[in-house]
């Protein structure tokens, strides 16, 4: 038990408490503790009844049974994976930024959620986390199932194909995969590499709640430490210094 203790304070703290709720919320619905009923995102129930907590359940919620058991483990295992690299790469030390970001897919996620009367959340949100992780990592040759290998830019599109399979449903994956590119497209693409304004700034509130470990206040539109760094190396080869390729099912 002291092992897994330990693993579990190891796990970077926004991830941690994310992967903590992903698993408690499921099993409350599965032990009957509160009906699932009052777990998933019903617009009706939401806007006309005011049963507000419905957005963030459902963000947590999960119907795990014999026929989605598979799929929900895959799912939590993406989220400690791509979650915690993020925390500790291109926002290592930065919370603030990363729980805007977190913030910011999870409203753009219920705001479709709503409109497209998509009851479970989870989904969406692990892969526009995922989506965002693979474009800032997208030239690294990754490992999949089967010795499978390929840049990790093609990553959410493959687990979108695997998702399918093994599930039977893509809208999740490609909602999230969207509100992923929305995200990236703001903070990165359109500041850093188009020359565009700034549109997405971190609140300051978020930064006195969680307040950078290092010095200064950095903002979105403004690169990671390790961009600059590889930006600046001209034997780079453009190769981004955020983590490492990983062939799924390794711990």
């Not at 408490?17 to 619905?29: D, E, H, Q």
């Not at 500790?88 to 603030?96: L, M, N, Q, V």
């Not at 590499?193 to 930064?207: A, K, V």
Request: contains cysteine; glycine residues 12%; proline residues 6%.
């Amino acid at each position: 038990m002291s092992d897994l203790g330990d693993w579990f304070r190891s796990i970077p703290l926004i991830t941690r408490y994310w992967f903590a709720g992903s698993i408690a919320v499921p099993l409350i619905g599965k032990l009957g503790l509160v009906s699932p009923v009052y777990l998933f995102l019903w617009p009706d129930a939401f806007i006309n009844r005011f049963q507000i907590w419905r957005p963030i359940t459902a963000t947590f919620f999960f119907p795990v049974g014999p026929g989605t058991g598979f799929l929900y483990l895959v799912n939590l295992y993406f989220l400690y994976q791509y979650s915690s690299r993020l925390e500790t790469g291109a926002f290592d030390g930065r919370p603030a930024d990363y729980m805007f970001m977190l913030l910011f897919n999870w409203i753009c996620i219920v705001i479709t959620g709503l409109a497209m009367d998509m009851q479970l959340l989870m989904i969406p949100l692990i892969m526009s986390v995922l989506y965002v992780w693979a474009q800032l990592n997208r030239d690294m040759i990754v490992s999949f199932w089967f010795g499978t290998r390929f840049k990790a830019c093609y990553l959410p599109w493959v687990i979108l194909g695997f998702n399918y399979i093994i599930g039977g449903s893509v809208i999740n994956e490609l909602i999230g995969n969207l509100v992923g590119h929305l995200y990236f497209f703001l903070m990165f693409k359109y500041p850093m590499d188009l020359g565009g304004r700034n549109f997405l700034s971190t609140p300051q509130f978020l930064y006195r709640w969680l307040p950078n470990r290092r010095g200064g206040v950095s903002g979105f539109g403004v690169p990671p430490a390790s961009m600059r760094r590889a930006a600046e190396d001209p034997q780079g080869g453009g190769r981004h210094n955020w983590g490492q390729g990983f062939r799924l099912g390794d711990q």
